[in-house]
């Protein structure tokens, strides 16, 4: 998820009654709730780097009662000595960083939780990058005791702490994943239950996955793969599908060209990367380009998550770049 989500989050779990366990929590939820986002130092050496480190062993179970004890240590130097508990704030800390990786899970891009024993990459698949759900709740609980005291103030009432509002909107965030999670899995199930391919040629589907829509929980961008092509259909759950709409793209034939191009050392940390990949082979003026990019952000935004490489008439790789 994005910081500011990641910043909020970590506002309510210290209003919501983290506050009471160690002084300064919403300091300390506020820098744990980001630190595993320090692999953004890996861009410094460019956007391939960058893919191999980012949401990797910062993220990982491994890491995070290391990022929470560094936490610790930054909130011990910046602070007063005499109010200081290791152990509580270092707890605090732990909750912040866990919320981190926890909200990272939850969205397509997904993380590497046992690196380094493991690169697998798991996801949710059930939120988009950034959620405005997920934005208003958090920013509507965040600014009610505000508004409180305001209301509060005019009349000479007593006003509240926030207590009560940041452990709704909390809640919500459960709630909000458990509706996510079931009409998810009712769009995985839509796709799996159709053939594909137009009344002469239907084909079976060999893997289906659904992506989430930016905004409407009910839309979500499915994509359907068969024996011979890949198929990107955007579905209503709460609409018919229609197995005929959406983009075909036929599978590339295997070709030396092909094979070339993904024995690259860009293809190669490309396809560690990406859990929905396809390949289209073009020819060019000076032999042949090879264009490799991931069905999860196919759309989303132009050029994003694009491995591009170009090859001369021999098959020699004279040109690897990647978009991130």
């Not at 910081?3 to 210290?14: D, F, G, Q």
């Not at 950034?130 to 209301?151: C, K, M, N, S």
């Not at 994509?223 to 709460?238: K, W, Y």
Request: hydrophobic letters at 50%; a positive charge.
């Amino acid at each position: 998820m994005d910081n500011l989500t990641h910043t909020m989050a970590a506002m309510l779990l210290s209003r919501a009654g983290l506050d009471r366990v160690a002084p300064r929590a919403a300091v300390t939820l506020a820098l744990a709730a980001n630190a595993p986002d320090v692999d953004v130092v890996a861009a410094a050496w460019g956007s391939l780097v960058y893919l191999r480190h980012h949401r990797g062993l910062s993220h990982a179970v491994i890491a995070v009662p290391i990022l929470a004890a560094l936490v610790a240590l930054v909130v011990r130097l910046l602070g007063s000595r005499k109010e200081f508990r290791w152990g509580r704030v270092y707890l605090v800390a732990l909750a912040g960083v866990a919320s981190h990786v926890l909200l990272d899970f939850s969205n397509l891009y997904g993380v590497r939780p046992w690196l380094p024993f493991s690169p697998a990459w798991y996801s949710w698949d059930i939120e988009f990058i950034v959620d405005v759900w997920l934005w208003a709740v958090f920013a509507a609980a965040l600014a009610l005791p505000a508004l409180g005291r305001l209301v509060s103030g005019e009349i000479g009432a007593r006003a509240g702490s926030g207590r009560a509002a940041a452990v709704l909107g909390l809640l919500f965030v459960l709630g909000w994943w458990g509706v996510r999670d079931l009409l998810h899995r009712r769009a995985v199930a839509m796709l799996a239950s159709h053939s594909y391919g137009g009344r002469s040629a239907q084909q079976p589907p060999q893997r289906v996955a659904a992506f989430p829509d930016p905004v409407s929980p009910f839309r979500w961008r499915g994509l359907v793969e068969t024996a011979s092509f890949h198929q990107i259909v955007r579905l209503d759950v709460r609409r018919p599908l229609d197995p005929t709409a959406g983009r075909v793209i036929p599978k590339p034939e295997p070709s030396p060209a092909l094979e070339a191009a993904r024995s690259s050392r860009t293809a190669t940390e490309f396809a560690a990367f990406a859990r929905y990949g396809f390949a289209v082979v073009d020819p060019a003026a000076d032999g042949q380009r090879v264009i490799f990019s991931d069905f999860r952000f196919t759309g989303e935004r132009p050029n994003a998550f694009v491995c591009t490489i170009a090859l001369d008439r021999q098959l020699r790789v004279v040109r690897e770049d990647f978009s991130f």
